[in-house]
């Protein structure tokens, strides 16, 4: 009987062996770590803090800690065993314009962890800066000029050392936000070299500005004027006057490279004591830039002063000119032409393109044009607001009555007539408008009788240099308008697909329709005579001479 209740101890003691080796440890199962914070978010200043609470069941260690994040942040504590407080601080301002970060990392060996996200916030308004980057200082004692320094933060100079105090006072070498400083030279300039500092006014290790400070020597140069300035034309002249501080000091005139050479004369490039040079425009610029040339008049390398020498660019052609008071601007040009001479297009009345797509001729020197004209759409091309307003038998095969907009019949049309009593071009029948946009028009019959009567109309003959030899007529304004003109050529005009009339007349459109409703009024032009009251079949090739309100 003992026997067998020692046999049943033992298979008891095993199993609770068993048990208790496939069982898990409790202590392992307990394990466990956090944090009273997940984020941290520290201002940009220096010196804020916070107290951490960490919740561990055992042993733990910081980790994610680097020699950067030493410049700028402190914990305390990097490790402990069981629950502890450590306390996180900022040491160092955020001196740069974006936020910085760190994750730490708190760990059991082999067991849970908890990471804590750090943030220093930036400070937009952490800047410095200065009202000027160089000064330059005469070579007499009390010399002085005033700069600003331009920031909100509290600031310090540097490199104002021992040296620099001998010749040069400085108001203020440390302040708070905004601040003006009086430089002042303490004694006379050095002979013949000149004095310098670098000073740097700064916030923090990142933030700095740096002022360029100088004292002339005692032996100077100057010029008079500073600045020359030409128009854009050839052969100007101006003067200056060098002067040395003392007699018959010898000085160079530098920067007249090849470049500024091209353009500009120097009547001499060195001399002795005080001499007055001639500056020349050798040529005009014909560029609508300016050109310019900086010159340095030395003694040795210290002793210098400047010249700038400018000559303006040329004017920018006008596109349009008021010729009398109230009067509207008078484009310079045709319609489609590219210079004043030039015929430019040719238009149907209350067409808003030419019939052709180009068209081509010699003269006047030959006596006479010889025209070749390639035209434009057929009928089969035309869309069908085109074949709307040209009519179905339009074939653009020159200036004919099928091809003039709203051709209906030969005695009628379908727009501008006795039912719509329309009696001017509207902006969508005006190539004027089409062409240039908003605010250009054809001008109508009392437009042409102002420029007639407000204007000096004079004829210019194929012998003419300013208008390259074509005929027609400068019209020239009066009184205050003196002296502002255009050229109206002698263009001629289509019929069919004959060009007629150049060299010896003009005709242009007028925005108005004739009483009869076939025709517009037109002023004709000659040699002898300008009449404004003519007129001319709507099919006509005419061109037009736009104008601006």
Not at 77 to 85: L, Y
Not at 417 to 428: F, I
Request: glycine share 8%; aromatic share 10%; hydrophobic share 35%.
């Amino acid at each position: 009987m003992k026997k067998y209740s020692f046999m049943i101890t033992l298979f008891l003691l095993a199993i609770f062996s068993c048990q208790e080796k496939n069982e898990p440890s409790r202590h392992e199962d307990q394990q466990e770590i956090s944090l009273s914070f997940e984020i941290l978010e520290f201002g940009p200043e220096a010196g804020e803090g916070y107290d951490v609470q960490i919740t561990s069941s055992a042993a733990w260690e910081m980790t994610g800690w680097t020699d950067a994040l030493d410049g700028w942040l402190s914990v305390d504590k990097k490790s402990g065993d069981g629950n502890e407080t450590i306390h996180i601080s900022t040491k160092e301002t955020n001196p740069y314009h974006e936020d910085r970060v760190a994750t730490l990392t708190f760990a059991i060996e082999k067991g849970p962890q908890a990471k804590l996200c750090i943030k220093q916030i930036s400070d937009p308004a952490r800047t410095i800066s200065l009202s000027q980057e160089s000064v330059r200082l005469g070579s007499a004692q009390g010399e002085s000029e005033v700069i600003n320094v331009l920031t909100s933060k509290p600031w310090t100079l540097e490199g104002y050392t021992d040296e620099v105090r001998q010749w040069l006072d400085i108001s203020a070498v440390e302040g708070s936000g905004e601040t003006a400083i009086t430089l002042t030279t303490l004694i006379a300039g050095a002979e013949t070299e000149t004095r310098t500092a670098e000073l740097t006014f700064r916030l923090d290790r990142v933030n700095a500005s740096i002022l360029h400070v100088s004292q002339k020597p005692a032996i100077s140069i100057s010029v008079a004027p500073e600045s020359v300035v030409f128009e854009s034309s050839a052969e100007e002249s101006s003067s200056i006057v060098i002067t040395p501080s003392t007699a018959l000091l010898p000085w160079i005139i530098e920067g007249y490279s090849e470049a500024v050479a091209s353009w500009l004369e120097i009547s001499q490039l060195q001399g002795n004591g005080i001499a007055t040079v001639t500056l020349s425009s050798k040529t005009a610029n014909e560029s609508e830039e300016d050109r310019s040339a900086e010159l340095t008049i030395s003694i040795g390398e210290d002793v210098f002063c400047s010249c700038s020498v400018t000559q303006k660019g040329k004017p920018a052609a006008e596109t349009e000119i008021q010729l009398y008071a109230d009067g509207p601007k008078w484009a310079v040009c045709n319609l489609g032409a590219e210079n004043p001479w030039n015929y430019g297009d040719y238009f149907a009345w209350g067409a808003t393109e030419p019939m052709y797509k180009s068209v081509s001729w010699t003269g006047p020197s030959n006596g006479g044009y010889s025209v070749t004209v390639t035209w434009g759409k057929k009928r089969t091309d035309l869309t069908e607001a085109e074949a709307a307003k040209y009519g179905a038998d339009a074939a653009f095969d020159g200036y004919k009555i099928k091809n003039a907009p709203y051709y209906k019949s030969t005695t009628t049309y379908n727009k501008y007539n006795s039912t719509d009593k329309l009696k001017a071009l509207q902006a969508g029948d005006d190539a004027a408008t089409a062409i240039l946009g908003e605010g250009w028009r054809t001008p109508t019959r009392a437009d042409w009788n102002a420029l007639y009567n407000n204007c000096e109309w004079t004829w210019q003959n194929a012998e003419n240099t300013e208008f390259g030899g074509v005929t027609g007529y400068k019209v020239e304004g009066k009184g205050d308008y003196e002296g502002k003109y255009i050229f109206i050529p002698a263009a001629g005009y289509f019929l069919n697909a004959e060009f007629r009339s150049a060299i010896t007349n003009g005709y242009y459109w007028s925005a108005d329709l004739h009483t009869d409703a076939l025709k517009a009024w037109r002023p004709t032009f000659s040699g002898t005579a300008v009449t404004i009251a003519g007129s001319a079949n709507r099919c006509y090739g005419l061109p037009i001479r736009p104008i601006m309100d």
